[in-house]
């Protein structure tokens, strides 16, 4: 293997209240159908720990590691309570960390037959980017990881140079996606099972790869073949293994010179989109996929009935005529995030059914208070 390239989804969702207006109806808010005490308590919870990670990572680039943070629209605004965190990002991004583009809500917009939300939350998240760090996105990664090819188009004029995407079988017929890919624009698979290694086994005791240290990690890279490993790790898994100790700090701060060892670089993803022959890979251009497989975003009726009625309630709002159309839209763009769709699904964290009634709830509720504009 010749490189490896990390990057980090940087992102809590704001949860859904559960709602039932069992004292009559109000008007439509945020905090009537969004939880902002608990999404307030579990940005409260990673903060110190983030600070632990974001300072290990920038002791591992000056060592000369390579990081793209994938930072929601969604964080970045959470990070009005402790702005100390957003100072560490934008350390990072000084430091030479790069930040990647995505729908700004993680939403699941690119899914919808017209492409424009899309387009104008991913120009959204760019000027976000732009403003918070000074940089200018040149990878996009959609949400859960999302493969939809319509959306290469508008990525491609957008001017991207590189996208990233799940390593699913369905694309690579079982093959380990350890290439830079040809498409619109260059893509990355991710590879599921060393991402995972991090993300969800660092600290199992019982897993049989466990301590994993650097230089362990670094020489099953280097006895793989192909040109490169694209990693992709959520970072609230960094903040449970440190609630196991100290183990995943020492394995950031050390895995730069860990990989230069056994010859293997670390490059951005536009880097590796440059560096490396793309190999054609037909499924690309017919197949989607996302984040342990579509099914898990749109596997049952519910979640097919729920995208149908958002985009209903998007038509609706472009149309209104009274009111507050603002409050209403940022309303339906909480409303998209992959979060909701996946805990309506059939593994939907033991409560998909119950998940459904309660969105379901909210969304007749926004039906009822558009209808009620309109008269």
Known sequence: MKAVCVCFEVHLPLPTRWYWPREGYTTPAMDNYFDIERSFNNYSRLQRDIEVINDALIDSIERGGKYTFDISGIFMEQCKWAPEIMESFRL??????????????????????????????????????????????????????????????????????????????????????????????????????????????????????????????????????????????????LHNHLQNGEKIVSFLKELPASLEAHGIEMLHPEEAAEKFKAEKLPSLQ???????????????????????????????????????????????????????????GNDGYGHGYEKAVNNFSIISDIKRALLEEDR
């Open 92 to 237: 990072l991004g000084k430091k030479g960390a790069h930040f990647a583009a995505s729908p700004y809500y993680h939403s699941i917009c690119s899914l919808f037959p017209d492409i424009h939300e899309f387009r104008e939350q991913v120009q959204m998240h760019v000027n976000a980017i732009e403003s918070e760090f000074g940089i200018t996105p040149s990878t996009f990664i959609n949400s859960e990881l999302l493969l939809e090819q319509r959306s290469m188009e508008i990525i491609k004029e957008m001017g991207f140079e590189c996208f990233i995407s799940e390593g699913s079988h369905n694309l690579s017929n079982g093959i380990g996606p350890v290439h830079v890919y040809h498409n619109d624009i260059p893509t990355l698979l991710r590879h599921i099972n060393l991402s995972e290694d991090i993300e969800k086994y660092f600290s199992d005791k019982k897993w049989s790869g466990y301590p994993l240290i650097a230089d362990k990690f670094a020489t099953w890279i280097a006895n793989m073949q192909g040109d490169i490993v694209t990693l992709y790790i959520k970072y609230d898994s």
């Open 286 to 344: 017919s197949k989607k996929t996302a984040r342990y497989g579509m099914h898990n975003l749109m596997g049952n009726h519910a979640q097919h009935l729920y995208l149908h009625e958002i985009q209903n309630i998007g038509k609706k709002i472009e149309k209104m005529k009274h009111g507050d159309p603002g409050k209403m839209k940022a309303i339906f763009r909480y409303l998209q995030q992959s979060e909701i769709l996946l805990e309506m």
